[in-house]
């Protein structure tokens, strides 16, 4: 039964990601958020691959494996590019915060290659323990530092009474809400082997429905940027 289930949101949280993406390009939010267009890009890219050839395919175990050294950098750069429409009130700060991030960021690879000395380099079956395990901690150090970062933002434009952009509010809840999501989803990874099948499923479950739920009112609130905000990036800059 929560096999199904699970095969189920699994399949409905891809459509979401294609609908979210679509959303992005309805609102042209490209032209402002790159790296986030390139988030929903790679999500549903990721996933549809995994559907096609199966979610407990080898194939998908595979494209999961890549797919967290692919967002372990990615998560940065949209952290970063989540206050690009308020860049003109927080852009000093967020330069400010970006250092301390990158400085996490850079003890975070220490660490894991630090630590991938002492991993098994593959398991009975051949499989690349190694690989799997220095992804999941550069994805779970990149996740934390990037919702501490966000986190800090937000707290500081509220203390200070900052005004944020309506957009900028948005994306800064959604990626808060949805690192956590996966920084959850990346523990169950460590303690997987630890736990009966039907807790890491129930676990699956629950992380999925939000995952979900958090799209669709992502995809919902949304709204088209403003005439007269800036219609390109600005280059994160650490001066």
Not at 117 to 143: C, K, R
Not at 210 to 223: E, G, Q, S, T
């Amino acid at each position: 039964m929560l096999k199904h289930a699970l095969d189920w949101l699994q399949m409905g949280a891809t459509v979401v990601e294609g609908l979210l993406l679509l959303r992005v390009l309805t609102l042209k939010l490209h032209r402002v958020y790159l790296f986030i267009t390139l988030y929903c890009v790679l999500n549903l890219l990721f996933d549809a691959a995994s559907w096609y050839f199966g979610w407990e395919s080898a194939e998908s175990s595979r494209i999961f494996e890549f797919s967290l050294f692919f967002f372990a950098p990615l998560y940065p750069l949209a952290a970063w590019e989540t206050f690009e429409e308020s860049k003109s009130v927080v852009g000093k700060l967020r330069r400010a915060q970006m250092i301390r991030l990158v400085s996490g960021l850079l003890v975070t690879c220490l660490c894991a290659l630090l630590i991938s000395l002492y991993v098994e380099p593959a398991d009975t079956n051949g499989n690349s323990l190694m690989l799997l395990f220095t992804g999941v901690f550069l994805l779970t150090g990149s996740a934390s530092a990037c919702a501490a970062f966000l986190w800090f933002m937000y707290r500081f434009s509220r203390a200070n009474k900052i005004p944020l952009a309506y957009n900028t509010a948005i994306w800064i809840y959604f990626f808060i809400v949805s690192l956590s999501l996966q920084i959850a989803d990346c523990m169950t990874d460590f303690i997987r082997s630890l736990l009966p099948q039907t807790v890491t499923d129930i676990a699956a479950v629950a992380l999925l429905s939000f995952d979900l739920v958090l799209m669709a009112w992502c995809i919902v609130r949304l709204k088209p940027v403003p005439s007269g905000a800036p219609s390109a990036p600005e280059k994160a800059r650490l001066e």
